[in-house]
C-alpha cells in the first residue's frame, strides 16, 4: 500500500512570491491534515480537510490556503512569502481524523530566501 | 490555543536500560490521545490511538498509559535498544474540534 507522498521535497523560493504543496493521501483516506513544523515548536496545526470540507484550520494568517479534490489529495498555498514561513510542511492522512492514527509523509521543506 | 507538555525534553539511556517520559494535556474536552515516533529522516509513526481512561496500551517493548482525569500519558520503554533513539511525539485530540495539538517530543538517545 502506498503511504502518503508530498511533493516537492525540497524548495528554495523568496520573500513575496507564492508557493503551492501538494499531498496524496493513502488509498481510503478521505481526512487529510497540514502542520507547520519550525525549530524548537511542536508540530502546529494549519488545517484538516475531509471529502473535500475544511473541517478546522489552526491560528495561521490568512496567506495560508489549502483545499481538498474529490480524489482526496490536497494542496496547500501560501501567499506572499515570509522569511518565518521556512519551515518543514508535513501532511498526514487518516481514516478517521481522531480515532485513527494520522500517517505522515516526508515532507516539504520550504526555504525562504 | 491548548497547552500540550511533554518531559522531559530529552534524555540519554544506556543500551538495556528502561525509560519513561510524560505527555501532559487539558482534561477537559479530551477526545483523543496519540503517540508518534519520530526518527531523523523519517516521517512520524503512529504507535497508540488511545481514547478511554485506564488504556493501556502495548507494542513489542513500548507500552502507554493514559488518565484522562488528570491529564496525563506516560509512555514506557523497556530494555531501550539504538534503535529507539527517535523524538517521540504525544498529540491530543479535543472534542471540540477536528485538529491535534502536538507537544514539542521528548528526544531519546539510546548509547551502545
Not at chain 1, 493521501?25 to 475531509?50: A, D, K, N
Amino acid at each position: 500500500k502506498a503511504g502518503v507522498t508530498q511533493t516537492p521535497r525540497y524548495l528554495i523560493k523568496t520573500r513575496g512570491q507564492q508557493v503551492t504543496l501538494s499531498c496524496s493521501p493513502i488509498s481510503g483516506h478521505r481526512s487529510v491534515s497540514w502542520y507547520q513544523q519550525t525549530p524548537g515548536q511542536g508540530l502546529q496545526f494549519l488545517f484538516e480537510y475531509f471529502s473535500e470540507t475544511q473541517r478546522n484550520k489552526g491560528n495561521f494568517p490568512g496567506r495560508f490556503s489549502g483545499r481538498q479534490f474529490s480524489n482526496s489529495r490536497s494542496e496547500m498555498n501560501v501567499s506572499t512569502l515570509e522569511l518565518g514561513d521556512s519551515a518543514l510542511y508535513l501532511c498526514a492522512s487518516s481514516r478517521d481524523s481522531f480515532l485513527a492514527p494520522q500517517h505522515f509523509g516526508d515532507g516539504t521543506r520550504l526555504s525562504i530566501l | 490555543i491548548l497547552n500540550v507538555e511533554q518531559s522531559p525534553q530529552s534524555l540519554h539511556v544506556q543500551e538495556g536500560d528502561s525509560t519513561n517520559f510524560t505527555c501532559s494535556f487539558p482534561s477537559s474536552n479530551f477526545y483523543a490521545l496519540h503517540w508518534y515516533r519520530w526518527e531523523t529522516a523519517k516521517s512520524p509513526e503512529a504507535l497508540f490511538v488511545m481514547t478511554l481512561n485506564g488504556d493501556e496500551k502495548k507494542k513489542g517493548r513500548i507500552s502507554a498509559t493514559l488518565n484522562t482525569k488528570e491529564g496525563y500519558s506516560y509512555l514506557y520503554i523497556k530494555g531501550s535498544q539504538p534503535e529507539d533513539s527517535a523524538t517521540y511525539l504525544c498529540a491530543f485530540g479535543v472534542n471540540t474540534g477536528n485538529q491535534f495539538y502536538f507537544g514539542t517530543g521528548t528526544s531519546l538517545t539510546v548509547i551502545p
